[in-house]
């Protein structure tokens, strides 16, 4: 099993920066990629960024340019760095580590940005 808390959401103005972590613990000698989705009501939840253990990343072509995902391996940790914020990446975001028999997710971080 692993344990997913995520951090460092709030709310912040159009062009403006906000960085979120995902502290993971448990089983973490089994974690392999980290990532980062989004969902807004109603929607499915998407992805937003993933990293791999050797640090291989992927984006969304939505964020691409303006997010930056890394993580530190030795704190199990994966952040997400978000820069030139636009209202149309306000949601609730979730941590994600996909595991052998499941997916482990976060409880949920939201950011709102407002125009």
């Known amino acids: 099993q692993v344990q997913l808390v995520e951090s460092g959401g709030g709310l912040v103005q159009a062009g403006g920066s906000l960085r979120l972590s995902c502290a993971a613990s448990?089983?973490?000698?089994?974690?392999?990629?980290m990532g980062w989705y989004r969902q807004v009501p109603g929607k499915q939840r998407e992805s937003v960024a993933i990293i791999s253990r050797s640090g291989r990343t992927t984006y969304a072509d939505s964020v691409k340019g303006r997010f930056t995902i890394s993580r530190d391996n030795a704190k199990n940790t994966v952040y997400l760095q978000m820069n030139s914020l636009k209202p149309e990446d306000t949601a609730v975001y979730y941590c994600?580590?996909?595991?052998?028999?499941?997916?482990?997710w976060g409880q949920g971080t939201q950011v709102t940005v407002s125009s």
């Open positions: 994600n580590v996909p595991g052998r028999y499941q997916d482990y």
């Open positions: 448990g089983s973490t000698f089994s974690i392999n990629a």
